[in-house]
């Protein structure tokens, strides 16, 4: 090979060192991006991880559940019905005089159903509170007429009807011992009460011939625990909506009172027992509530 041979080879052998060089300098770049990439995956894996294990160490995650979305949320609705005691006249001998004067009083045992509307907050996902109250309010006159051949003989007669009023009021602490998708099971310890009376104008005359009213008047206090279950609507999207339904145990201090005059008559009695109700269909309001979350 002649020196003119060499001269031509040189610049194609440093063309070749330097592509060969710039090859090797791409697949070192590319090489160091893929490491980057791989680096940056893992710390990303690494967060996401050390979220979820604190969202863990939290307890629930918000929104992992229908009662989860409800806590810190204000709830409005129907929480069920109470029985208040109350008294009602015997119906033939409600008022006895003796022959020397002394009045009794002889009442028998009645109630008057209260529907009661409050409010729910779940201090947390376990703990929450609950108020309710309600109130029956009847009064009323009525007319009789009672006509005669002889159109001057007609006699229109009117009196009161029995004016009632009774009142309730109920303090709950529910505690959710599970709660998953659209169910919480809880735990609901509870007390309240409830007062009843109920006036007859005019019911009986005094020895002196003055018109007497008949009081009657009714309480209760009541103390106990419920074991039930809420559902929440979130399954068509409602999840703000929710109903519950809860029986229990209960301690109840009933006391009914009948008066006219200075005669009194007072009835106590302690009741202790699971939930009752006074009639087969009551079942489906005394045990039932319905709420909304705002």
């Not at 006249?89 to 002394?102: K, L, R």
């Not at 409010?119 to 006509?147: C, D, K, M």
Request: charge should be negative; include cysteine.
């Amino acid at each position: 090979m002649n020196a003119q041979t060499m001269g031509r080879q040189a610049p194609r052998m440093r063309h070749r060192r330097i592509a060969a060089l710039a090859g090797l300098s791409l697949l070192l770049a590319s090489g160091a991006a893929a490491a980057d990439d791989e680096e940056y995956d893992e710390d990303l894996d690494e967060e996401i991880d050390e979220e979820a294990e604190a969202d863990d160490d939290d307890g629930h995650e918000r929104g992992e559940s229908d009662h989860d979305r409800q806590v810190g949320s204000l709830a409005l609705g129907f929480l069920g019905t109470r029985f208040v005691p109350a008294a009602k006249p015997h119906p033939t001998a409600a008022v006895v005089i003796s022959p020397e004067g002394n009045a009794t009083v002889t009442i028998e045992p009645d109630e008057v159903t209260v529907p009661l509307f409050g409010i729910r907050y779940w201090l947390n996902g376990t703990v929450g509170a609950e108020l309710a109250f309600g109130f029956n309010v009847a009064g009323g006159n009525e007319t009789v007429q009672s006509p005669n051949p002889d159109p001057t003989l007609n006699v229109s007669t009117e009196r009161s009807l029995p004016s009632t009023k009774a009142f309730c009021g109920r303090l709950g602490v529910p505690l959710s011992v599970f709660s998953a998708t659209h169910y919480n099971l809880m735990l609901i310890p509870e007390l309240d009460v409830g007062y009843s009376s109920t006036r007859l104008a005019n019911f009986e005359l005094s020895t002196t011939g003055e018109a007497l009213d008949l009081q009657l008047s009714g309480f209760v206090f009541g103390i106990g625990g419920r074991v039930g279950a809420e559902l929440s609507f979130g399954f068509i999207d409602v999840p703000q909506l929710s109903i519950q339904s809860a029986w229990g145990l209960r301690f109840e201090s009933r006391r009914r009172v009948g008066r006219i005059g200075d005669a009194e008559t007072i009835q106590t009695e302690t009741a202790f027992g699971t939930s009752w109700y006074g009639s087969p269909w009551d079942i489906f309001t005394g045990s039932f509530a319905l709420l909304y979350y705002l």
